[in-house]
């Protein structure tokens, strides 16, 4: 089993920074890969960045390029997600989800982080 604990979640004014961080712990030694999602009030849940744990590759929506950056430190086994220029818009619970293999579902999900952007 893994276990994932986000933090780092809060209220900020627009074109402020926050930074998330993931924790994973339990049997990680077969991560392939860590994401974010999110979810905003009355929307479905939408996929925000991912990062590869060996390589360190990574992916981003649209949405949030160039102001999101998403980054692990193996050693720790955490993944953080650095936001900056925040918008209203990306007001949401943030997820971190964990994929144990190559072509298989995110298995693992935490609990959730509230982040609200105030215009």
């Known amino acids: 089993q893994v276990q994932l604990v986000e933090s780092g979640g809060g209220l900020v004014q627009a074109g402020g920074s926050l930074r998330l961080s993931c924790a994973a712990s339990g049997r990680t030694g077969s991560t392939y890969a860590m994401a974010w999602f999110r979810q905003a009030p009355g929307k479905e849940r939408e996929f925000v960045a991912v990062?590869?744990?060996?390589?360190?590759?990574?992916s981003y929506t649209n949405s949030v390029k160039g102001r999101f950056t998403i980054s692990r430190d193996n050693a720790k086994n955490t993944v953080h997600l650095q936001m900056n220029s925040l918008k209203p818009e990306d007001t949401a619970v943030y997820y971190c989800?964990?994929?144990?293999?190559?072509?298989?579902?995110?298995?693992?999900w935490g609990q959730g982080t509230q982040v609200t952007v105030s215009s």
């Open positions: 989800a964990l994929q144990p293999g190559v072509g298989v579902p995110y298995k693992y």
């Open positions: 990062i590869l744990w060996s390589a360190a590759g990574t």
